[in-house]
């Protein structure tokens, strides 16, 4: 037989080989289609012994409705968080931390289930969430400053003082501990969920991986017990116990798990518009020099100035000392709440669009254990964990901001919990995505439709003119302003006015709608205390007190307006009722004396004598 020949034989001998493989591969790979993700890794294993290298089961679907949606809003409002700051560094920088997020949870959404190495079967969502946390404690315990006392917590002084003897001298940037502790108290979670999940994550059910396992816990709960964050240690705590009752919940009569339902959500519902209601009357509250409270106060007045579209990323810091705070340098560096922060940085869609994102994400979670749907396991094996992780990140962004705070590090694990509780293992049916984006264009209809009808009403037209006001002048201003170049704003004002004209067409413009606009009367009047308009600065500042009354900014604008104009004690009166820790007075007093305004300043001295005194 020729050469030729048998190439001819060994060619087709190669074509019903493959063919044949080709048949097996997709009779293994239909007994897989309906498997859940519960049994999938058993099942890739009856699939013939030549296939397994190849394999990768992601057993996973999409719900294009429920979670589209929100993530598009939030995308919208962090793409404007970023065209409106006027520090266009810092809103890069916080841009990208905001979208490594995001394409984390994206990530985590479409990670397999399963997948093989060889002869080794892996679990990549495992792997993940069972490495992060390890490799943030580790880098927490060799980059902390553990040499800080433990001011909170006295009793983990020893241990700090040990962790400092030994710890070496390396090249790597300071992670803050309200940082490390808030992100550990999320993934914890997580990482027990992964280590106690299935057979594991590479190894095997030995003695040894039980002992592996053990000490990826014991390592993220030592870093998050020296890290002395007593809020973190609270929202894991509640967290769980929140999760702890919904799960007994669903134990008990129909009728009586209804109840416990309707009770936790009309409790939810209550403490939302409970906190709503009490947030401008936290003054007196803030006056006992709490200080977080003081920071929540001015924080909130801040984000009504940019109401709808927010101030930008990461420009928080001199905005805050500029129209909220009154001084003239960097105070505080975020609002210590999730929730202000994203509606400051990115406005009303941010706040609608995460807020939005979270409850459906919430509300997924807890559907897991509907007895209607009664699902395997293994179909929603991460919704627990992602659950009370998710849980404990919105209830610490209550009291701190771990997230968009202390430079935004921790916004690139917020968005984890979601990408898990968006996982879903079953099959989706093409007539059920349909009805879904139906419902979805049906409320993005009229959504838009209301926002429409609504920007023709006077007061919310009014209140759109003077965010942009507050936008062009905080552009204007703080894109600028430089201390010690300029001693206070009011020097850079008066410098150049001319810049702020657009700023105070859109104020008067405002006023034209709504008479009684509190943003655009106080904004207004506090461009006239600095060009020397008195009078007018006066008169405006009296509109904004009457609209806004406990308004902190405007109480000490308004007193101010009142000392300069002679009526010491009517601003004697108003400045009793505020803290005004800063030195702001001070800083007012020597502000007139160096436009040589000396009768001014006496007026402003007086004033202050006057406040000082015994009742003041």
């Known amino acids: 037989m020729g050469p030729q020949v048998e190439d001819r034989l060994r060619k087709r001998s190669t074509v019903r080989d493959q063919r044949r493989l080709r048949g097996l591969f997709r009779e293994s790979t239909s007994s897989l289609a309906p ?61 990208v931390l905001i979208s490594t997020g995001l394409a984390v949870g994206l990530l985590l959404f479409r ?36 040499n800080q006392p433990a001011e909170k917590l006295l009793v983990l002084e020893p241990v700090r003082s040990w962790l400092a003897s030994w710890q070496p ?3 790597l940037p300071r992670f803050h501990p309200n940082v490390a502790a808030g992100v550990l108290a999320m ?133 805050y000392s500029s129209y909220a705070l009154l001084v003239h340098v960097p105070h505080t560096t975020h609002a210590h709440n999730l929730f202000l922060d994203i509606w400051l940085e990115q406005g009303l869609l941010g706040l609608i669009g995460f807020c939005w994102l979270a409850a459906v994400a ?4 807890l559907s897991r254990h509907s007895r209607d749907s009664q699902p395997n396991a293994g179909q929603f094996r991460w919704h627990d964990a992602a659950f009370i992780s998710l849980t404990v990140a919105l209830l610490h962004g209550l009291i701190d ?123 207004l009047g506090q461009i006239e205390l600095s060009l020397g308009d008195y009078g007018a600065a006066r008169d405006h500042l009296s509109r904004a007190h009457r609209a806004a009354p406990r308004h902190l900014a405007a109480r000490q604008l308004y007193g101010e307006s009142l000392a300069v104009t002679g009526d010491r004690e009517l601003a004697v009166e108003l400045w009793r009722s505020l803290a005004l820790e800063e030195d702001q007075l001070e800083i007012r007093r020597q502000w007139y004396r160096s436009i040589s305004e000396h009768e001014r300043a006496e007026r402003i001295d007086d004033a202050m004598s006057l406040r000082r005194m015994p009742g003041g």
């Open 35 to 95: 498997v859940h993700a519960g049994s999938a890794g058993q099942q890739l294993f009856h699939a013939p012994k030549q296939f397994r290298h190849s394999a990768v089961i992601t057993c996973h679907g999409t719900r294009p409705g429920r979670f589209t949606a929100p993530v598009t809003l939030f995308s919208v409002s962090l793409v404007l968080g970023l065209l409106t700051p006027y520090d266009y560094v810092r809103a890069w920088e916080k841009f």
């Open 111 to 146: 990670l397999p289930s399963v997948a093989s190495w060889g002869t080794r079967e892996l679990r990549p969502v495992s792997l993940v969430l069972g490495g992060v946390p390890l490799s943030l404690a580790v880098f927490f315990f060799f980059a902390n400053d553990w």
């Open 401 to 523: 901001d771990v997230m968009y705070g202390y430079e935004g590090v921790g916004s690139a694990f917020l968005f984890v919990p979601i990408g898990l509780l968006a996982r879903d293992e079953r099959k989706v049916e093409r007539g059920a995505v349909r009805s879904t984006w139906r419902h979805g264009l049906l409320m993005w209809g009229f959504a838009v439709t209301f926002l429409v009808a609504a920007v023709w009403a006077p007061p919310v037209r009014s209140l759109y003119r003077a965010n942009l006001g507050a936008l062009l002048q905080t552009r204007a201003e703080l894109s600028r302003y430089q201390w010690p170049r300029w001693p206070v704003q009011d020097a850079l004002r008066r410098a150049k006015p001319e810049e702020l004209t657009s700023a105070i067409g859109h104020y008067q413009s405002a006023l034209s709608d709504n008479l009684g606009n509190a943003v655009a009367n106080r904004r």
């Open 187 to 319: 993934m914890v979670p997580l990482q027990v969920a992964a280590v106690g999940g299935a057979s594991g994550l590479w190894w095997g059910s030995t003695r040894a991986s039980s002992l592996a396992k053990t000490a990826l816990l014991a390592a993220s709960g030592a870093a998050l017990l020296v890290s002395g964050l007593r809020g973190a240690w609270l929202a894991l705590a509640g967290a769980t116990g929140l999760w702890f009752m919904w799960r007994w919940a669903q134990r008990g009569p129909t009728r009586k798990r209804s109840g416990i339902r309707l009770a936790v959500v009309a409790f939810c519902v209550f403490g939302a518009a409970l906190t709503w209601a009490l947030m401008p009357s936290l003054t007196a509250i803030a006056m006992s020099r709490a200080d977080r409270l003081l920071v929540w106060q001015h924080s909130w007045e801040l984000a009504w100035d940019y109401f709808f579209t927010g101030l930008g990323l990461g420009n928080f810091a001199m905005a």
């Open 169 to 171: 001298v390396l090249p």
């Open 362 to 365: 919430l509300l997924t979670g």
